[in-house]
């Protein structure tokens, strides 16, 4: 099982719908949970981070955490165009000594806006 | 506030050379992890660096190595090159080290192409 994963996709939504993107993790002592955007060709953008489990939003953007299901949602409002991207999800990396210091990210979901 | 700088942005090496990347961390910023991303791959951790004092190492070759100033300014360095290596490579900058409620921001690349 991958530590982290994600449907490759590509997710094909319309604009103005709510794209939703998922993301399950094996580690059950993960604390904090990362999404970033990569458009083709440049380096990834964090747009969310989240370590608390229910909702957090910020503008058009909601993730959601449910730590017990270990998984970890990232859903667009209103999908635009400009928001053709891959999207990855990262978690810390753990060892029993604590966190290792490293980001595991998963294989990223691309989106695809359709105008 | 400056971002996180990686150069050169682009390289282009043969066979059996080495190269030197460098990264100049978000200023206040004391880690700096490295990633190389393949289109096969995808993002895989290299090492983190805290304090001049490396923290984790991924699972990569002795020919990877990396090392960091006093400035938080980190360099990394692959020897002998292969084709295999061309990639892109990634440097990411959070202000402590590991990820438990640090977030991380990542340099724009540098793309290596080994011919």
């Known amino acids: 099982q991958k530590e982290v994963e994600q449907n490759s996709g590509p997710l094909s939504v319309p604009e103005g719908a709510i794209a939703s993107l998922n993301c399950t993790y094996s580690d059950r002592g993960s604390q904090s949970f990362f999404w970033y955007r990569q458009y083709s060709g440049k380096s990834p953008e964090l747009i969310m981070s989240?370590?608390?489990?229910g909702d957090k939003e910020d503008g058009r953007f909601t993730a959601q955490l449910n730590k017990a299901s270990q998984y970890v949602s990232l859903l667009i409002r209103d999908s635009q165009p400009s928001d053709s991207a891959t999207y990855l999800c990262?978690?810390?990396?753990?060892?029993?000594?604590?966190?290792?210091?490293?980001?595991?990210f998963g294989q990223g979901t691309t989106l695809q806006v359709k105008p | 506030k400056a971002g996180v700088t990686q150069t050169p942005r682009y390289l282009i090496k043969t066979r059996g050379q080495q190269v030197t990347l460098s990264c100049s961390p978000i200023?206040?910023?004391?880690?700096v992890s490295w990633y190389q991303q393949t289109p096969g791959q995808g993002l895989q951790f290299l090492f983190e660096y805290f304090s001049e004092t490396q923290r984790n190492k991924g699972n990569f070759p002795g020919r990877f190595s990396g090392r960091q100033f006093s400035n938080s300014r980190s360099e990394m360095n692959v020897s002998t090159l292969e084709l295999g290596d061309s990639a892109l490579y990634l440097c990411a900058s959070s202000l402590e080290a590991g990820f438990m409620n640090t977030e991380a921001f990542f340099g724009q690349g540098t793309r290596l192409t080994v011919v």
């Open positions: 990262a978690v810390p990396g753990l060892m029993y000594s604590g966190n290792t210091g490293k980001l595991i």
């Open positions: 989240i370590y608390s489990n």
């Open positions: 200023s206040g910023h004391r880690s």
